[in-house]
Protein backbone atom coordinates (compact mmCIF):
# COMPACT_ATOMS: atom_id res chain seq x y z
CA UNK A 1 0.00 0.00 0.00
CA UNK A 2 1.47 3.56 -0.78
CA UNK A 3 0.24 6.85 0.24
CA UNK A 4 2.77 8.33 -2.61
CA UNK A 5 0.54 11.17 -4.54
CA UNK A 6 0.20 10.50 -8.38
CA UNK A 7 -1.48 12.72 -10.98
CA UNK A 8 -5.14 13.00 -10.25
CA UNK A 9 -7.76 13.07 -12.96
CA UNK A 10 -11.49 11.69 -13.90
CA UNK A 11 -9.69 8.47 -14.81
CA UNK A 12 -8.11 7.98 -11.72
CA UNK A 13 -10.55 5.55 -9.04
CA UNK A 14 -12.23 6.97 -6.58
CA UNK A 15 -10.45 3.75 -4.27
CA UNK A 16 -7.33 5.44 -5.68
CA UNK A 17 -8.02 9.03 -5.08
CA UNK A 18 -9.07 8.22 -1.66
CA UNK A 19 -5.14 6.74 -1.20
CA UNK A 20 -3.98 9.69 -2.59
CA UNK A 21 -2.08 11.67 0.12
CA UNK A 22 -3.48 15.17 -1.41
CA UNK A 23 -7.15 13.75 -3.10
CA UNK A 24 -8.01 11.81 0.01
CA UNK A 25 -8.17 14.83 2.17
CA UNK A 26 -10.19 16.96 -0.10
CA UNK A 27 -12.71 14.37 -0.97
CA UNK A 28 -13.14 13.38 2.89
CA UNK A 29 -13.89 17.41 3.49
CA UNK A 30 -16.44 17.63 -0.05
CA UNK A 31 -18.13 14.25 1.80
CA UNK A 32 -18.10 16.00 5.69
CA UNK A 33 -19.70 19.80 4.33
CA UNK A 34 -22.58 17.13 2.77
CA UNK A 35 -23.24 15.30 5.92
CA UNK A 36 -21.68 12.00 4.64
CA UNK A 37 -18.11 9.82 5.03
CA UNK A 38 -16.43 7.80 2.72
CA UNK A 39 -18.70 4.89 3.58
CA UNK A 40 -21.28 6.78 0.96
CA UNK A 41 -18.67 6.00 -1.37
CA UNK A 42 -18.48 2.07 -0.80
CA UNK A 43 -20.36 0.61 -3.41
CA UNK A 44 -18.51 2.89 -6.37
CA UNK A 45 -15.17 3.19 -4.89
CA UNK A 46 -14.41 0.57 -8.07
CA UNK A 47 -15.30 3.12 -10.51
CA UNK A 48 -13.28 6.41 -11.81
CA UNK A 49 -14.80 9.86 -10.97
CA UNK A 50 -15.45 10.24 -15.24
CA UNK A 51 -18.09 6.86 -14.54
CA UNK A 52 -19.25 8.57 -10.95
CA UNK A 53 -20.24 11.69 -13.38
CA UNK A 54 -21.99 9.21 -15.41
CA UNK A 55 -23.81 7.28 -13.10
CA UNK A 56 -24.67 9.91 -10.33
CA UNK A 57 -27.76 11.79 -12.13
CA UNK A 58 -26.45 14.88 -11.58
CA UNK A 59 -25.46 14.75 -8.44
CA UNK A 60 -21.73 14.89 -8.60
CA UNK A 61 -20.89 16.97 -11.69
CA UNK A 62 -17.77 18.00 -13.66
CA UNK A 63 -17.08 21.09 -12.04
CA UNK A 64 -16.90 19.46 -8.50
CA UNK A 65 -14.82 17.23 -10.41
CA UNK A 66 -12.02 20.38 -11.78
CA UNK A 67 -12.80 21.67 -8.28
CA UNK A 68 -11.10 18.43 -6.30
CA UNK A 69 -8.55 18.24 -8.72
CA UNK A 70 -7.88 21.85 -8.66
CA UNK A 71 -7.32 22.11 -5.07
CA UNK A 72 -5.22 18.52 -4.51
CA UNK A 73 -3.28 19.38 -7.54
CA UNK A 74 -2.55 22.74 -5.46
CA UNK A 75 -1.32 21.29 -2.47
CA UNK A 76 0.52 18.84 -3.71
CA UNK A 77 2.72 21.29 -5.97
CA UNK A 78 3.00 23.61 -3.03
CA UNK A 79 4.85 20.58 -1.58
CA UNK A 80 3.41 21.14 2.28
CA UNK A 81 2.13 18.05 3.88
CA UNK A 82 -0.48 16.36 2.84
CA UNK A 83 -3.42 17.15 5.32
CA UNK A 84 -2.18 20.65 4.44
CA UNK A 85 -4.63 19.77 1.32
CA UNK A 86 -7.52 21.19 3.19
CA UNK A 87 -7.22 23.25 6.17
CA UNK A 88 -8.53 21.28 9.20
CA UNK A 89 -8.34 17.89 8.04
CA UNK A 90 -7.37 15.07 8.96
CA UNK A 91 -3.77 13.57 8.96
CA UNK A 92 -4.01 10.50 6.38
CA UNK A 93 -2.81 7.02 8.09
CA UNK A 94 -2.26 3.41 6.55
CA UNK A 95 -4.86 2.81 8.87
CA UNK A 96 -7.11 4.91 7.15
CA UNK A 97 -6.14 4.17 3.48
CA UNK A 98 -6.57 0.37 4.61
CA UNK A 99 -10.07 0.81 5.50
CA UNK A 100 -10.88 1.91 1.72
CA UNK A 101 -9.61 -0.60 0.06
CA UNK A 102 -10.59 -4.14 -0.77
CA UNK A 103 -9.85 -6.59 -3.35
CA UNK A 104 -12.58 -5.16 -5.65
CA UNK A 105 -10.76 -2.12 -5.93
CA UNK A 106 -7.72 -3.52 -7.20
CA UNK A 107 -9.42 -5.05 -10.67
CA UNK A 108 -9.40 -3.12 -13.61
CA UNK A 109 -12.72 -0.88 -14.60
CA UNK A 110 -15.18 -2.50 -17.17
CA UNK A 111 -15.15 -0.78 -20.59
CA UNK A 112 -18.06 -1.44 -22.83
CA UNK A 113 -16.97 -2.90 -26.43
CA UNK A 114 -19.19 -2.08 -28.89
CA UNK A 115 -20.27 -5.02 -31.82
CA UNK A 116 -20.38 -2.66 -34.76
CA UNK A 117 -23.99 -3.68 -36.36
CA UNK A 118 -25.26 -6.18 -33.97
CA UNK A 119 -28.66 -4.73 -34.30
CA UNK A 120 -28.66 -2.99 -37.66
CA UNK A 121 -31.56 -3.66 -39.89
CA UNK A 122 -33.31 -4.61 -36.42
CA UNK A 123 -36.04 -2.57 -34.80
CA UNK A 124 -36.13 -2.99 -30.51
CA UNK A 125 -38.69 -1.50 -28.53
CA UNK A 126 -37.34 -0.82 -25.25
CA UNK A 127 -39.36 0.03 -22.20
CA UNK A 128 -38.20 2.33 -19.08
CA UNK A 129 -35.90 3.31 -21.82
CA UNK A 130 -36.05 7.00 -20.33
CA UNK A 131 -33.86 6.00 -17.26
CA UNK A 132 -31.26 3.47 -15.58
CA UNK A 133 -31.14 0.18 -17.36
CA UNK A 134 -33.69 0.73 -19.87
CA UNK A 135 -31.63 3.63 -20.96
CA UNK A 136 -28.46 2.22 -21.23
CA UNK A 137 -29.99 -0.62 -23.27
CA UNK A 138 -31.73 1.36 -25.70
CA UNK A 139 -28.28 3.03 -26.41
CA UNK A 140 -26.24 0.48 -26.80
CA UNK A 141 -29.03 -0.76 -29.22
CA UNK A 142 -28.83 2.23 -31.33
CA UNK A 143 -24.89 2.49 -30.97
CA UNK A 144 -25.15 -1.16 -32.60
CA UNK A 145 -26.89 -0.16 -35.66
CA UNK A 146 -30.11 -0.84 -33.96
CA UNK A 147 -34.21 1.34 -35.21
CA UNK A 148 -35.27 1.90 -31.21
CA UNK A 149 -39.03 2.53 -29.98
CA UNK A 150 -37.76 4.28 -26.56
CA UNK A 151 -40.94 4.21 -24.35
CA UNK A 152 -41.01 5.72 -20.79
CA UNK A 153 -43.78 7.33 -19.02
CA UNK A 154 -41.15 10.36 -18.93
CA UNK A 155 -41.30 12.82 -21.45
CA UNK A 156 -39.01 14.78 -19.87
CA UNK A 157 -36.93 11.44 -19.48
CA UNK A 158 -37.16 10.67 -22.90
CA UNK A 159 -36.09 14.21 -24.51
CA UNK A 160 -32.79 13.79 -22.79
CA UNK A 161 -32.26 10.20 -24.14
CA UNK A 162 -33.03 11.26 -28.05
CA UNK A 163 -30.74 14.22 -27.05
CA UNK A 164 -28.27 12.00 -26.18
CA UNK A 165 -28.55 9.94 -28.68
CA UNK A 166 -29.24 12.45 -31.57
CA UNK A 167 -28.07 10.92 -35.01
CA UNK A 168 -29.23 7.96 -34.28
CA UNK A 169 -32.23 5.71 -35.17
CA UNK A 170 -34.59 6.16 -31.91
CA UNK A 171 -38.16 6.94 -32.26
CA UNK A 172 -39.16 8.14 -28.10
CA UNK A 173 -42.78 7.27 -27.51
CA UNK A 174 -44.05 8.66 -24.24
CA UNK A 175 -46.35 5.81 -23.00
CA UNK A 176 -47.54 3.82 -19.87
CA UNK A 177 -47.23 0.02 -20.43
CA UNK A 178 -50.26 -0.46 -18.08
CA UNK A 179 -52.67 1.80 -20.79
CA UNK A 180 -54.04 -0.40 -24.30
CA UNK A 181 -54.01 3.28 -25.42
CA UNK A 182 -50.57 3.90 -24.81
CA UNK A 183 -49.74 0.34 -26.26
CA UNK A 184 -51.29 0.51 -29.30
CA UNK A 185 -49.21 4.17 -29.90
CA UNK A 186 -46.11 2.12 -29.92
CA UNK A 187 -46.83 -0.46 -31.58
CA UNK A 188 -48.08 2.58 -34.52
CA UNK A 189 -44.73 3.74 -33.92
CA UNK A 190 -42.81 0.46 -35.03
CA UNK A 191 -44.85 -0.02 -38.13
CA UNK A 192 -45.33 -3.41 -38.10
CA UNK A 193 -42.03 -4.70 -37.32
CA UNK A 194 -40.54 -5.80 -34.17
CA UNK A 195 -37.64 -8.25 -34.03
CA UNK A 196 -37.13 -7.69 -30.18
CA UNK A 197 -39.01 -6.01 -27.57
CA UNK A 198 -37.17 -5.02 -23.98
CA UNK A 199 -39.28 -5.18 -21.03
CA UNK A 200 -37.44 -3.38 -18.87
CA UNK A 201 -39.74 -0.39 -17.04
CA UNK A 202 -40.77 -1.83 -13.22
CA UNK A 203 -41.06 0.03 -10.27
CA UNK A 204 -39.73 -1.20 -6.60
CA UNK A 205 -42.25 -1.42 -3.74
CA UNK A 206 -42.06 -0.03 0.22
CA UNK A 207 -40.39 -3.08 1.44
CA UNK A 208 -43.77 -4.17 3.32
CA UNK A 209 -43.94 -8.44 4.39
CA UNK A 210 -47.03 -9.19 3.60
CA UNK A 211 -49.43 -8.62 6.88
CA UNK A 212 -48.57 -4.76 6.44
CA UNK A 213 -48.58 -5.21 2.41
CA UNK A 214 -51.48 -2.14 1.38
CA UNK A 215 -53.75 -3.01 -1.69
CA UNK A 216 -52.84 0.04 -3.46
CA UNK A 217 -48.79 -0.97 -3.19
CA UNK A 218 -49.53 -4.44 -4.41
CA UNK A 219 -52.23 -3.08 -7.27
CA UNK A 220 -49.45 -0.70 -8.84
CA UNK A 221 -46.75 -2.61 -8.51
CA UNK A 222 -47.82 -6.19 -10.23
CA UNK A 223 -49.63 -3.10 -12.50
CA UNK A 224 -46.48 -2.10 -14.28
CA UNK A 225 -43.82 -5.35 -13.24
CA UNK A 226 -46.26 -8.00 -14.44
CA UNK A 227 -49.77 -6.25 -16.30
CA UNK A 228 -47.85 -3.84 -18.40
CA UNK A 229 -45.29 -6.30 -19.37
CA UNK A 230 -47.56 -9.04 -19.81
CA UNK A 231 -49.64 -6.19 -22.24
CA UNK A 232 -46.94 -4.93 -24.44
CA UNK A 233 -45.52 -8.61 -24.99
CA UNK A 234 -49.17 -9.77 -26.32
CA UNK A 235 -49.47 -7.01 -28.55
CA UNK A 236 -45.83 -7.28 -30.01
CA UNK A 237 -46.28 -11.17 -30.28
CA UNK A 238 -48.59 -11.40 -33.42
CA UNK A 239 -45.62 -9.55 -35.83
CA UNK A 240 -43.08 -11.86 -34.50
CA UNK A 241 -45.10 -15.02 -34.91
CA UNK A 242 -45.85 -13.30 -38.69
CA UNK A 243 -42.35 -13.70 -39.28
CA UNK A 244 -41.24 -16.53 -37.31
CA UNK A 245 -38.46 -15.06 -35.31
CA UNK A 246 -38.16 -12.73 -32.47
CA UNK A 247 -36.07 -11.79 -29.28
CA UNK A 248 -38.04 -11.00 -25.89
CA UNK A 249 -35.56 -10.41 -22.82
CA UNK A 250 -37.84 -9.32 -19.31
CA UNK A 251 -36.26 -7.85 -16.70
CA UNK A 252 -36.54 -9.73 -13.65
CA UNK A 253 -34.43 -9.33 -10.73
CA UNK A 254 -32.59 -10.89 -7.42
CA UNK A 255 -36.09 -10.46 -6.17
CA UNK A 256 -37.49 -12.82 -8.63
CA UNK A 257 -34.81 -15.72 -7.59
CA UNK A 258 -34.85 -15.51 -3.56
CA UNK A 259 -37.42 -14.09 -0.87
CA UNK A 260 -34.53 -11.56 0.89
CA UNK A 261 -34.28 -8.78 -1.50
CA UNK A 262 -37.82 -7.18 -1.87
CA UNK A 263 -40.45 -6.44 -0.03
CA UNK A 264 -43.77 -9.01 -0.84
CA UNK A 265 -45.43 -7.43 -3.51
CA UNK A 266 -41.78 -6.36 -5.79
CA UNK A 267 -40.68 -10.16 -4.87
CA UNK A 268 -43.98 -12.05 -6.45
CA UNK A 269 -44.28 -9.54 -9.32
CA UNK A 270 -40.76 -10.77 -10.31
CA UNK A 271 -41.50 -14.19 -9.21
CA UNK A 272 -44.73 -13.86 -11.53
CA UNK A 273 -42.36 -12.25 -14.71
CA UNK A 274 -40.24 -15.59 -14.43
CA UNK A 275 -43.08 -17.17 -14.92
CA UNK A 276 -44.44 -15.71 -17.89
CA UNK A 277 -40.89 -16.27 -19.05
CA UNK A 278 -40.50 -19.72 -18.98
CA UNK A 279 -43.99 -20.17 -20.32
CA UNK A 280 -43.62 -18.22 -23.14
CA UNK A 281 -40.75 -19.57 -23.92
CA UNK A 282 -41.84 -22.70 -23.91
CA UNK A 283 -44.87 -21.85 -25.92
CA UNK A 284 -43.05 -19.93 -28.47
CA UNK A 285 -40.11 -21.45 -28.89
CA UNK A 286 -41.29 -23.76 -32.05
CA UNK A 287 -42.15 -20.64 -33.42
CA UNK A 288 -38.63 -19.11 -33.38
CA UNK A 289 -39.30 -16.82 -30.28
CA UNK A 290 -37.21 -16.61 -28.20
CA UNK A 291 -38.04 -15.51 -24.31
CA UNK A 292 -35.11 -14.80 -21.98
CA UNK A 293 -34.88 -12.87 -18.74
CA UNK A 294 -32.42 -11.15 -16.96
CA UNK A 295 -32.15 -11.06 -13.11
CA UNK A 296 -30.23 -8.08 -12.01
CA UNK A 297 -28.80 -7.92 -8.40
CA UNK A 298 -28.29 -4.01 -7.52
CA UNK A 299 -27.51 -1.39 -10.07
CA UNK A 300 -27.02 2.25 -9.76
CA UNK A 301 -29.88 3.86 -11.14
CA UNK A 302 -32.83 6.56 -10.53
CA UNK A 303 -35.37 3.61 -8.67
CA UNK A 304 -36.89 4.51 -5.96
CA UNK A 305 -36.88 1.92 -2.81
CA UNK A 306 -38.21 2.93 0.65
CA UNK A 307 -38.39 0.84 3.75
CA UNK A 308 -41.62 1.09 5.29
CA UNK A 309 -41.38 -1.11 7.75
CA UNK A 310 -39.27 -2.07 10.53
CA UNK A 311 -39.28 -5.84 9.93
CA UNK A 312 -38.64 -5.57 5.92
CA UNK A 313 -36.15 -2.92 7.07
CA UNK A 314 -34.05 -5.58 9.16
CA UNK A 315 -34.71 -8.62 7.31
CA UNK A 316 -33.80 -7.13 3.67
CA UNK A 317 -30.66 -5.29 5.28
CA UNK A 318 -29.33 -7.83 6.74
CA UNK A 319 -29.66 -9.91 3.97
CA UNK A 320 -28.23 -7.95 1.96
CA UNK A 321 -24.94 -7.82 3.36
CA UNK A 322 -24.14 -10.92 1.15
CA UNK A 323 -24.96 -9.33 -2.33
CA UNK A 324 -21.74 -7.77 -4.04
CA UNK A 325 -21.67 -3.92 -4.97
CA UNK A 326 -23.95 -2.37 -7.01
CA UNK A 327 -23.10 -2.51 -10.69
CA UNK A 328 -23.78 0.37 -13.40
CA UNK A 329 -26.54 0.12 -15.88
CA UNK A 330 -24.10 -0.21 -18.89
CA UNK A 331 -23.27 -3.61 -17.52
CA UNK A 332 -26.81 -4.63 -17.05
CA UNK A 333 -27.43 -3.87 -20.97
CA UNK A 334 -24.38 -5.86 -22.00
CA UNK A 335 -26.45 -8.90 -20.31
CA UNK A 336 -29.74 -7.91 -22.05
CA UNK A 337 -28.18 -6.94 -25.68
CA UNK A 338 -26.10 -10.04 -25.52
CA UNK A 339 -29.72 -12.03 -24.71
CA UNK A 340 -31.65 -9.62 -27.39
CA UNK A 341 -29.37 -10.21 -30.16
CA UNK A 342 -28.47 -13.47 -32.28
CA UNK A 343 -25.84 -13.86 -29.99
CA UNK A 344 -28.50 -15.09 -27.67
CA UNK A 345 -29.50 -17.93 -30.60
CA UNK A 346 -29.89 -21.51 -28.48
CA UNK A 347 -31.10 -19.45 -25.17
CA UNK A 348 -35.17 -19.46 -24.81
CA UNK A 349 -36.27 -19.69 -21.05
CA UNK A 350 -33.05 -18.77 -19.52
CA UNK A 351 -33.34 -16.24 -16.01
CA UNK A 352 -29.88 -14.73 -16.24
CA UNK A 353 -28.78 -13.33 -13.02
CA UNK A 354 -26.78 -10.67 -13.79
CA UNK A 355 -25.81 -9.75 -10.32
CA UNK A 356 -21.50 -9.94 -9.41
CA UNK A 357 -22.97 -13.42 -8.33
CA UNK A 358 -25.06 -12.40 -5.55
CA UNK A 359 -27.24 -15.54 -6.38
CA UNK A 360 -24.20 -18.20 -5.92
CA UNK A 361 -24.38 -16.67 -2.68
P1 LIG B 1 -35.25 3.48 -13.12
O1 LIG B 1 -36.29 4.01 -12.20
O2 LIG B 1 -33.94 4.19 -13.19
O3 LIG B 1 -35.84 3.34 -14.58
C1 LIG B 1 -37.12 2.79 -14.81
C2 LIG B 1 -37.84 3.60 -15.87
O4 LIG B 1 -39.12 3.00 -16.07
C3 LIG B 1 -38.08 5.05 -15.45
O5 LIG B 1 -37.59 5.94 -16.43
C4 LIG B 1 -39.59 5.15 -15.32
O6 LIG B 1 -40.10 6.42 -15.70
C5 LIG B 1 -40.07 4.05 -16.26
N1 LIG B 1 -41.40 3.59 -15.91
C6 LIG B 1 -41.91 3.37 -14.68
N2 LIG B 1 -43.18 3.00 -14.77
C7 LIG B 1 -43.50 2.99 -16.08
C8 LIG B 1 -44.68 2.71 -16.80
N3 LIG B 1 -45.82 2.38 -16.18
N4 LIG B 1 -44.66 2.78 -18.15
C9 LIG B 1 -43.52 3.14 -18.79
N5 LIG B 1 -42.38 3.45 -18.16
C10 LIG B 1 -42.37 3.36 -16.82
O7 LIG B 1 -35.06 1.96 -12.66
P2 LIG B 1 -34.04 0.80 -13.08
O8 LIG B 1 -33.29 0.45 -11.86
O9 LIG B 1 -33.32 1.10 -14.34
O10 LIG B 1 -35.08 -0.37 -13.30
C11 LIG B 1 -35.28 -1.04 -14.53
C12 LIG B 1 -35.75 -2.46 -14.24
O11 LIG B 1 -34.72 -3.18 -13.54
C13 LIG B 1 -37.00 -2.57 -13.36
O12 LIG B 1 -37.84 -3.57 -13.88
C14 LIG B 1 -36.45 -2.98 -12.02
O13 LIG B 1 -37.39 -3.70 -11.27
C15 LIG B 1 -35.28 -3.84 -12.44
N6 LIG B 1 -34.25 -4.02 -11.42
C16 LIG B 1 -33.53 -2.95 -10.96
C17 LIG B 1 -32.56 -3.16 -9.99
C18 LIG B 1 -31.73 -2.03 -9.43
O14 LIG B 1 -30.98 -2.27 -8.46
N7 LIG B 1 -31.77 -0.84 -9.99
C19 LIG B 1 -32.34 -4.45 -9.48
C20 LIG B 1 -33.09 -5.50 -9.97
C21 LIG B 1 -34.05 -5.27 -10.95
Redesign the pocket.
Known amino acids: MSTTHTHLTGDTKIADWFKDPYGGPVIRQMLAESGQSEKAMAPVKRFSMNKLIKISGGRFTQETLDMLIERAEAAAAEGGSPEQAVEGSEPVTPDDVSTLTDGADELPEWKERITEGRFTGQTVVV ?9 ATASRVAREGGRVIA ?4 AE ?1 LESLAKELDGSDVTVVT ?4 KDE ?1 IARVLEAAGGKVDALA ?6 DNMTPLHEVSDQVWERVF ?3 VT ?1 LMKLTRAVLPLMLEVGKGSVVN ?5 GLRGSAAGVA ?1 TAS ?1 HAVVGLTKSSAFMYGPSGIRVNAV ?10 ARFDSELGQDRVMGALVVAPP ?1 TT ?1 DQ ?1 AASITFLLSDDGVNLNGVILPSDGGWSAV
Open positions: TGAGSGIGRLDISRADVTDNVAGIMSVNGIASEAYKAPGGVITNIEPAL
